[in-house]
Protein backbone atom coordinates (compact mmCIF):
# COMPACT_ATOMS: atom_id res chain seq x y z
CA UNK A 1 0.00 0.00 0.00
CA UNK A 2 2.63 2.14 0.58
CA UNK A 3 2.78 5.56 2.73
CA UNK A 4 0.65 7.06 0.73
CA UNK A 5 -2.70 5.07 1.52
CA UNK A 6 -1.73 4.82 5.13
CA UNK A 7 -3.98 6.54 7.29
CA UNK A 8 -2.42 9.46 9.06
CA UNK A 9 -2.15 7.97 12.74
CA UNK A 10 -0.25 4.80 11.26
CA UNK A 11 1.82 6.52 8.87
CA UNK A 12 3.21 9.34 11.88
CA UNK A 13 3.73 6.43 14.05
CA UNK A 14 5.73 4.23 11.66
CA UNK A 15 7.86 7.82 10.82
CA UNK A 16 8.35 8.25 14.39
CA UNK A 17 10.01 5.27 15.14
CA UNK A 18 11.74 5.01 11.58
CA UNK A 19 13.25 8.36 12.92
CA UNK A 20 14.06 6.40 16.81
CA UNK A 21 16.04 3.51 15.17
CA UNK A 22 18.02 5.64 12.63
CA UNK A 23 19.22 7.83 16.18
CA UNK A 24 21.09 4.80 17.29
CA UNK A 25 21.35 2.67 13.93
CA UNK A 26 25.48 1.84 13.00
CA UNK A 27 24.79 3.43 9.31
CA UNK A 28 27.73 2.35 7.73
CA UNK A 29 28.46 5.14 4.24
CA UNK A 30 29.84 2.86 1.53
CA UNK A 31 32.42 3.78 -0.27
CA UNK A 32 33.29 6.72 -2.41
CA UNK A 33 29.99 8.23 -0.71
CA UNK A 34 30.55 11.66 -1.28
CA UNK A 35 30.85 10.65 -5.15
CA UNK A 36 27.55 8.64 -5.38
CA UNK A 37 23.63 10.43 -5.87
CA UNK A 38 21.63 9.68 -2.73
CA UNK A 39 17.60 9.68 -2.70
CA UNK A 40 14.64 8.49 -0.41
CA UNK A 41 11.65 8.58 -0.13
CA UNK A 42 9.58 10.15 2.94
CA UNK A 43 6.62 9.16 4.57
CA UNK A 44 4.20 11.41 3.00
CA UNK A 45 0.41 11.84 2.57
CA UNK A 46 -0.86 11.18 -0.53
CA UNK A 47 2.63 10.71 -2.23
CA UNK A 48 5.28 8.16 -3.01
CA UNK A 49 7.82 10.74 -4.74
CA UNK A 50 11.35 10.02 -4.44
CA UNK A 51 13.85 12.87 -3.68
CA UNK A 52 17.01 12.90 -5.23
CA UNK A 53 20.01 14.10 -6.75
CA UNK A 54 21.42 14.69 -3.24
CA UNK A 55 24.90 14.44 -3.07
CA UNK A 56 26.33 13.19 0.95
CA UNK A 57 27.62 17.29 1.05
CA UNK A 58 23.40 18.46 0.70
CA UNK A 59 22.89 15.69 3.47
CA UNK A 60 25.45 16.41 5.72
CA UNK A 61 25.75 13.59 8.62
CA UNK A 62 23.63 11.01 7.38
CA UNK A 63 22.63 9.39 10.61
CA UNK A 64 21.38 12.78 11.90
CA UNK A 65 19.34 13.87 8.32
CA UNK A 66 17.50 9.91 8.79
CA UNK A 67 16.40 10.46 11.95
CA UNK A 68 15.16 13.84 11.49
CA UNK A 69 14.14 13.18 7.91
CA UNK A 70 12.49 9.85 8.93
CA UNK A 71 12.33 8.26 5.57
CA UNK A 72 10.04 5.28 4.50
CA UNK A 73 13.28 4.05 1.49
CA UNK A 74 17.07 5.35 1.49
CA UNK A 75 18.91 4.92 -1.75
CA UNK A 76 22.19 5.36 -2.98
CA UNK A 77 23.87 5.51 -6.44
CA UNK A 78 25.77 2.04 -7.80
CA UNK A 79 26.96 4.94 -10.26
CA UNK A 80 29.94 7.47 -9.09
CA UNK A 81 29.66 10.77 -10.48
CA UNK A 82 31.93 14.40 -10.15
CA UNK A 83 28.99 16.18 -9.39
CA UNK A 84 26.59 13.52 -7.73
CA UNK A 85 24.18 16.37 -6.39
CA UNK A 86 23.46 17.88 -10.19
CA UNK A 87 19.67 18.17 -10.73
CA UNK A 88 20.26 16.89 -14.69
CA UNK A 89 21.75 13.04 -15.41
CA UNK A 90 24.05 14.88 -17.80
CA UNK A 91 25.73 17.31 -15.34
CA UNK A 92 26.50 14.80 -13.23
CA UNK A 93 29.56 13.49 -15.19
CA UNK A 94 29.46 10.10 -14.62
CA UNK A 95 32.68 7.98 -14.07
CA UNK A 96 31.84 4.58 -12.94
CA UNK A 97 29.50 2.07 -11.43
CA UNK A 98 29.24 -0.81 -9.21
CA UNK A 99 27.99 -4.33 -10.86
CA UNK A 100 24.45 -5.04 -9.37
CA UNK A 101 22.76 -8.09 -8.78
CA UNK A 102 18.83 -8.44 -7.58
CA UNK A 103 16.99 -11.52 -6.53
CA UNK A 104 13.36 -10.55 -6.25
CA UNK A 105 11.52 -13.66 -5.07
CA UNK A 106 8.53 -12.90 -7.26
CA UNK A 107 9.82 -13.49 -9.99
CA UNK A 108 11.64 -16.81 -9.18
CA UNK A 109 10.52 -19.85 -11.65
CA UNK A 110 7.68 -21.40 -9.86
CA UNK A 111 6.89 -19.28 -7.30
CA UNK A 112 2.98 -17.35 -7.09
CA UNK A 113 3.18 -14.85 -5.17
CA UNK A 114 -0.57 -15.60 -4.29
CA UNK A 115 0.24 -19.00 -3.49
CA UNK A 116 3.33 -19.28 -1.24
CA UNK A 117 3.95 -17.98 1.85
CA UNK A 118 6.42 -14.76 2.54
CA UNK A 119 9.04 -17.29 4.50
CA UNK A 120 8.94 -19.88 1.82
CA UNK A 121 9.71 -16.69 -0.97
CA UNK A 122 12.65 -15.90 0.79
CA UNK A 123 14.12 -18.91 1.43
CA UNK A 124 13.58 -19.57 -2.63
CA UNK A 125 15.38 -16.08 -3.12
CA UNK A 126 18.43 -16.74 -0.39
CA UNK A 127 19.02 -19.99 -2.20
CA UNK A 128 18.62 -18.45 -5.19
CA UNK A 129 20.94 -15.80 -4.66
CA UNK A 130 23.51 -18.75 -3.32
CA UNK A 131 23.57 -19.99 -6.66
CA UNK A 132 24.42 -16.99 -8.32
CA UNK A 133 27.29 -16.20 -5.72
CA UNK A 134 28.68 -19.79 -6.32
CA UNK A 135 28.61 -19.06 -10.15
CA UNK A 136 29.74 -15.41 -10.30
CA UNK A 137 32.89 -16.43 -8.52
CA UNK A 138 33.67 -19.55 -10.81
CA UNK A 139 33.01 -17.61 -14.03
CA UNK A 140 34.30 -14.81 -13.42
CA UNK A 141 36.69 -14.25 -10.02
CA UNK A 142 34.61 -11.34 -8.62
CA UNK A 143 36.49 -10.41 -5.54
CA UNK A 144 34.80 -7.13 -3.69
CA UNK A 145 31.28 -8.38 -3.48
CA UNK A 146 28.65 -7.23 -0.97
CA UNK A 147 25.41 -9.38 -0.22
CA UNK A 148 22.70 -7.32 1.16
CA UNK A 149 19.01 -8.71 2.29
CA UNK A 150 16.80 -6.12 0.33
CA UNK A 151 14.59 -5.65 3.95
CA UNK A 152 11.96 -6.79 1.23
CA UNK A 153 11.84 -9.20 -1.57
CA UNK A 154 15.05 -10.67 -1.93
CA UNK A 155 18.81 -9.66 -1.97
CA UNK A 156 21.04 -7.73 -3.68
CA UNK A 157 24.84 -8.27 -4.51
CA UNK A 158 27.20 -5.20 -5.29
CA UNK A 159 30.17 -6.01 -7.48
CA UNK A 160 32.81 -3.33 -6.60
CA UNK A 161 36.09 -4.75 -8.41
CA UNK A 162 38.40 -2.36 -10.99
CA UNK A 163 37.42 -3.63 -14.47
CA UNK A 164 33.62 -3.59 -13.84
CA UNK A 165 32.97 -0.09 -13.19
CA UNK A 166 33.40 1.79 -16.37
CA UNK A 167 31.37 -1.26 -17.99
CA UNK A 168 28.67 0.21 -20.10
CA UNK A 169 24.99 -1.30 -19.98
CA UNK A 170 25.80 -3.27 -23.66
CA UNK A 171 28.23 -5.13 -21.50
CA UNK A 172 26.58 -5.57 -18.25
CA UNK A 173 23.58 -6.92 -20.21
CA UNK A 174 26.44 -9.43 -21.85
CA UNK A 175 27.30 -10.48 -18.56
CA UNK A 176 23.52 -11.18 -17.38
CA UNK A 177 23.01 -12.70 -20.72
CA UNK A 178 25.68 -15.38 -19.93
CA UNK A 179 24.63 -15.79 -15.84
CA UNK A 180 21.17 -16.91 -17.46
CA UNK A 181 22.73 -18.92 -19.93
CA UNK A 182 20.81 -16.93 -23.06
CA UNK A 183 22.32 -18.06 -25.90
CA UNK A 184 24.45 -20.36 -24.67
CA UNK A 185 25.60 -23.64 -26.77
CA UNK A 186 27.90 -26.39 -26.12
CA UNK A 187 30.02 -25.11 -29.00
CA UNK A 188 30.53 -21.98 -27.08
CA UNK A 189 31.39 -24.29 -23.95
CA UNK A 190 34.29 -26.67 -25.97
CA UNK A 191 37.72 -25.66 -26.92
CA UNK A 192 39.79 -28.03 -29.16
CA UNK A 193 43.10 -29.82 -28.77
CA UNK A 194 45.30 -31.97 -30.51
CA UNK A 195 46.18 -35.36 -29.18
CA UNK A 196 48.24 -37.95 -30.64
CA UNK A 197 47.26 -36.06 -34.13
CA UNK A 198 44.00 -36.21 -33.73
CA UNK A 199 41.75 -33.08 -32.75
CA UNK A 200 39.26 -33.40 -30.32
CA UNK A 201 37.03 -30.99 -28.72
CA UNK A 202 36.85 -30.73 -25.06
CA UNK A 203 34.89 -28.81 -22.54
CA UNK A 204 36.13 -26.02 -21.51
CA UNK A 205 36.98 -26.42 -17.48
CA UNK A 206 38.33 -22.75 -16.33
CA UNK A 207 34.97 -21.63 -14.78
CA UNK A 208 31.22 -20.69 -15.95
CA UNK A 209 28.84 -22.76 -18.10
CA UNK A 210 31.57 -25.28 -19.39
CA UNK A 211 32.74 -26.35 -15.64
CA UNK A 212 29.17 -26.29 -14.90
CA UNK A 213 28.62 -29.00 -17.82
CA UNK A 214 31.78 -31.17 -17.42
CA UNK A 215 30.78 -31.47 -13.30
CA UNK A 216 27.02 -32.40 -14.68
CA UNK A 217 28.36 -34.39 -17.47
CA UNK A 218 31.01 -36.73 -15.07
CA UNK A 219 27.77 -36.55 -12.06
CA UNK A 220 25.69 -38.39 -14.93
CA UNK A 221 28.49 -40.57 -16.07
CA UNK A 222 29.18 -41.66 -12.58
CA UNK A 223 25.51 -42.25 -12.47
CA UNK A 224 25.35 -44.59 -15.35
CA UNK A 225 28.12 -46.89 -13.88
CA UNK A 226 26.19 -47.41 -10.84
CA UNK A 227 23.16 -49.17 -12.58
CA UNK A 228 22.79 -52.68 -14.79
CA UNK A 229 23.28 -52.65 -17.75
CA UNK A 230 19.94 -52.74 -19.35
CA UNK A 231 19.02 -49.70 -17.17
CA UNK A 232 21.70 -47.54 -18.44
CA UNK A 233 21.13 -48.22 -21.73
CA UNK A 234 17.50 -47.44 -21.08
CA UNK A 235 18.17 -43.94 -19.59
CA UNK A 236 20.11 -43.15 -21.97
CA UNK A 237 17.49 -43.84 -24.76
CA UNK A 238 14.99 -41.77 -23.09
CA UNK A 239 16.96 -38.67 -24.20
CA UNK A 240 15.57 -37.15 -27.51
CA UNK A 241 17.94 -38.42 -30.45
CA UNK A 242 19.70 -40.86 -28.20
CA UNK A 243 18.62 -44.41 -30.01
CA UNK A 244 19.94 -47.91 -29.34
CA UNK A 245 22.80 -47.53 -31.19
CA UNK A 246 23.92 -44.37 -29.64
CA UNK A 247 23.06 -45.31 -26.31
CA UNK A 248 25.23 -48.68 -26.80
CA UNK A 249 28.09 -46.62 -28.09
CA UNK A 250 28.06 -43.88 -24.94
CA UNK A 251 27.60 -46.69 -22.36
CA UNK A 252 30.46 -48.49 -23.94
CA UNK A 253 32.51 -45.24 -23.23
CA UNK A 254 31.78 -44.51 -20.36
CA UNK A 255 31.80 -47.99 -18.57
CA UNK A 256 35.70 -48.49 -20.39
CA UNK A 257 36.74 -44.86 -20.75
CA UNK A 258 36.33 -43.05 -17.90
CA UNK A 259 39.28 -41.12 -18.67
CA UNK A 260 38.00 -39.69 -21.60
CA UNK A 261 34.60 -38.43 -19.55
CA UNK A 262 37.17 -36.81 -17.24
CA UNK A 263 38.91 -34.91 -19.28
CA UNK A 264 34.91 -33.64 -21.03
CA UNK A 265 36.16 -35.51 -24.37
CA UNK A 266 32.64 -34.66 -26.51
CA UNK A 267 33.96 -36.93 -29.51
CA UNK A 268 34.37 -40.06 -27.63
CA UNK A 269 31.11 -41.73 -28.03
CA UNK A 270 30.44 -40.86 -30.89
CA UNK A 271 27.32 -38.29 -31.96
CA UNK A 272 25.68 -39.48 -28.89
CA UNK A 273 27.94 -37.92 -26.27
CA UNK A 274 26.91 -34.20 -27.97
CA UNK A 275 23.66 -35.04 -27.77
CA UNK A 276 23.82 -35.99 -24.01
CA UNK A 277 25.90 -32.87 -23.55
CA UNK A 278 22.95 -30.87 -25.02
CA UNK A 279 20.44 -32.52 -22.77
CA UNK A 280 22.18 -31.73 -19.85
CA UNK A 281 22.73 -28.27 -20.58
CA UNK A 282 19.00 -28.10 -21.15
CA UNK A 283 18.87 -29.30 -17.68
CA UNK A 284 21.59 -27.08 -16.37
CA UNK A 285 18.92 -23.98 -17.25
CA UNK A 286 16.19 -25.15 -15.73
CA UNK A 287 18.19 -26.15 -12.52
CA UNK A 288 20.73 -23.53 -12.00
CA UNK A 289 20.45 -20.39 -13.65
CA UNK A 290 20.51 -17.56 -11.23
CA UNK A 291 17.22 -15.51 -12.05
CA UNK A 292 18.51 -12.10 -11.82
CA UNK A 293 16.64 -8.75 -12.57
CA UNK A 294 18.11 -7.87 -16.23
CA UNK A 295 17.41 -4.20 -15.57
CA UNK A 296 18.91 -3.71 -12.24
CA UNK A 297 21.87 -5.06 -13.58
CA UNK A 298 22.34 -3.38 -16.62
CA UNK A 299 21.21 0.01 -15.25
CA UNK A 300 24.80 1.92 -14.81
CA UNK A 301 22.66 4.55 -12.80
CA UNK A 302 20.58 2.81 -10.40
CA UNK A 303 19.97 3.84 -7.10
CA UNK A 304 19.94 0.82 -4.36
CA UNK A 305 18.79 0.24 -0.86
CA UNK A 306 21.29 1.32 1.51
CA UNK A 307 22.57 -1.38 3.77
CA UNK A 308 21.50 -0.71 7.28
CA UNK A 309 18.53 1.38 6.56
CA UNK A 310 15.24 0.50 7.12
CA UNK A 311 12.29 -1.18 4.66
CA UNK A 312 9.41 0.99 4.17
CA UNK A 313 7.32 -1.97 2.89
CA UNK A 314 7.86 -4.13 6.07
CA UNK A 315 10.04 -2.38 8.20
CA UNK A 316 12.42 -5.12 8.50
CA UNK A 317 16.62 -3.62 8.71
CA UNK A 318 18.50 -3.91 5.24
CA UNK A 319 21.13 -6.36 6.48
CA UNK A 320 24.73 -6.80 5.10
CA UNK A 321 25.86 -10.34 5.21
CA UNK A 322 28.92 -12.15 5.56
CA UNK A 323 29.31 -14.88 2.90
CA UNK A 324 29.34 -17.27 6.55
CA UNK A 325 26.13 -15.93 7.12
CA UNK A 326 23.46 -16.18 4.65
CA UNK A 327 23.12 -20.07 4.73
CA UNK A 328 21.15 -19.54 8.59
CA UNK A 329 19.89 -15.88 8.07
CA UNK A 330 15.97 -15.51 8.44
CA UNK A 331 14.57 -13.02 7.42
CA UNK A 332 11.90 -12.75 9.75
CA UNK A 333 14.31 -12.91 12.76
CA UNK A 334 17.47 -11.71 12.03
CA UNK A 335 16.38 -8.51 9.96
CA UNK A 336 13.93 -7.78 12.94
CA UNK A 337 15.15 -4.14 14.70
CA UNK A 338 15.98 -5.08 18.29
CA UNK A 339 14.68 -1.48 19.28
CA UNK A 340 11.27 -2.64 18.35
CA UNK A 341 11.22 -5.49 20.14
CA UNK A 342 10.14 -6.08 24.20
CA UNK A 343 6.92 -3.39 24.21
CA UNK A 344 3.56 -3.70 22.68
CA UNK A 345 1.19 -1.81 20.33
CA UNK A 346 -2.57 -2.03 19.47
CA UNK A 347 -3.48 -2.42 15.49
CA UNK A 348 -6.67 -2.52 13.89
CA UNK A 349 -6.88 -5.48 10.93
CA UNK A 350 -9.40 -5.54 8.42
CA UNK A 351 -8.77 -9.02 7.05
CA UNK A 352 -7.22 -12.40 9.04
CA UNK A 353 -3.68 -12.44 8.62
CA UNK A 354 -1.58 -15.76 8.87
CA UNK A 355 2.23 -14.99 8.88
CA UNK A 356 6.09 -16.47 10.37
CA UNK A 357 8.00 -13.62 12.22
CA UNK A 358 10.51 -13.90 15.39
CA UNK A 359 10.43 -18.03 15.25
CA UNK A 360 6.64 -18.32 15.83
CA UNK A 361 3.82 -19.10 13.21
CA UNK A 362 1.09 -16.43 13.71
CA UNK A 363 -2.65 -15.76 13.00
CA UNK A 364 -5.18 -13.03 13.63
CA UNK A 365 -7.85 -12.52 12.94
CA UNK A 366 -9.51 -8.65 11.76
CA UNK A 367 -10.15 -6.68 14.63
CA UNK A 368 -8.09 -5.23 17.33
CA UNK A 369 -5.25 -6.44 18.47
CA UNK A 370 -2.31 -5.81 20.87
CA UNK A 371 1.10 -7.18 19.48
CA UNK A 372 4.81 -7.31 19.86
CA UNK A 373 5.50 -3.64 18.08
CA UNK A 374 7.92 -5.19 15.77
CA UNK A 375 4.81 -7.71 14.60
CA UNK A 376 2.67 -4.41 14.84
CA UNK A 377 5.29 -2.12 12.76
CA UNK A 378 5.75 -4.89 10.03
CA UNK A 379 2.01 -5.44 9.74
CA UNK A 380 1.10 -1.85 9.59
CA UNK A 381 4.58 -1.29 6.89
CA UNK A 382 2.46 -3.86 4.79
CA UNK A 383 -0.56 -2.12 4.80
CA UNK A 384 -2.39 -5.27 6.56
CA UNK A 385 -2.97 -3.19 10.33
CA UNK A 386 -3.43 0.36 11.10
CA UNK A 387 -2.30 2.22 14.41
CA UNK A 388 -4.97 2.43 17.33
CA UNK A 389 -4.93 5.04 20.14
CA UNK A 390 -3.24 3.85 23.41
Request: negative net charge; proline residues 5%; without cysteine.
Amino acid sequence: MGAAGMDDRTRRYLAGRFGDYYRQAPIDLPPDASAREWGYIPFSRGSTRMVRHRSILDIGDLRRFLAETAPQHVYFSAARYREPGADEMSQKGWTGADLIFDIDADHLPGIDPAETTPKAMLAAAKEAVQHLLLFIDDAFGFEQTQVVFSGGRGYHVHVRDAPVQTLDSTARREIVDYVRAVGISVDELTQTRSNQGTTQRVLRQQGGWGAALHERLQHFAAGLREMDRSDAIARLESIDQIGSTRAERVYEQVMRNPDAIAAGNLEAGGPGMRILADHLLADLRRTTIAPVDEPVTTDVRRLIRLPDSLHGGTGLRVVPLARHDISPFDPFDDAVVDRFVGRTVTVDLVDEVTGHFMGDTFTLTPGEHRVDEALGIYLMAQGAAEKLPE
